[in-house]
């Protein structure tokens, strides 16, 4: 993956287990402790923890600007739900929300998943969550369940604005 540049000067690339702290950092902003999610994160990207019919390989991406870590976004290939990708997480710093960073980070993620002839991509999300269901259905995606929305081709999620 070539690191780009965007029109706000966010960097895109991808993710070591130097950026796990950060990672987690941005995780814990509305779900759980930064200790417990950087446990959690480095298991993910170093391949020990599986989420259910998780299959290797698996990326994470970062966003950056001014060398600060200001978003991120997970997955990996799958069986899950019969789809090949499955979106592990996404997060953006609440201060750099509505400014294109996470569909940005979408972007860099669906062109993983095709360089990697993953094209139905799934992701779970609560029902209750509105703001990101939104996100998911302006990218293309389609309720598959309550909990679950998927990319019948995930190209659509590649290109849209």
Request: hydrophobic share 40%; glycine share 6%; net charge negative.
């Amino acid at each position: 993956m070539n690191a780009t540049l965007a029109a706000e000067e966010v960097l895109y690339r991808p993710a070591t287990l130097r950026d796990v702290s950060a990672m987690a950092q941005l995780r814990s902003e509305h779900w759980g402790h930064a200790p417990d999610w950087e446990h959690t994160v480095a298991a993910y990207l170093s391949g020990e923890h599986h989420p259910r019919h998780a299959l290797l390989p698996r990326v994470a991406i970062l966003a950056e600007q001014d060398g600060e870590i200001i978003g991120f976004i997970a997955g990996h290939l799958t069986r899950r739900h019969q789809c090949q990708g499955e979106l592990q997480w996404i997060n953006v710093s609440a201060s750099q929300r509505r400014q294109g960073v996470a569909t940005g980070l979408l972007h860099e993620l669906a062109g993983w998943f095709l360089s990697h002839d993953a094209h139905r991509v799934c992701v779970d999300v609560q029902p209750r969550n509105r703001t990101a269901r939104a996100f998911y259905s302006c990218h293309g995606a389609e309720p598959l369940n309550d909990h679950w929305m998927i990319w019948n081709d995930v190209a659509s999620a590649a290109s849209a604005e």
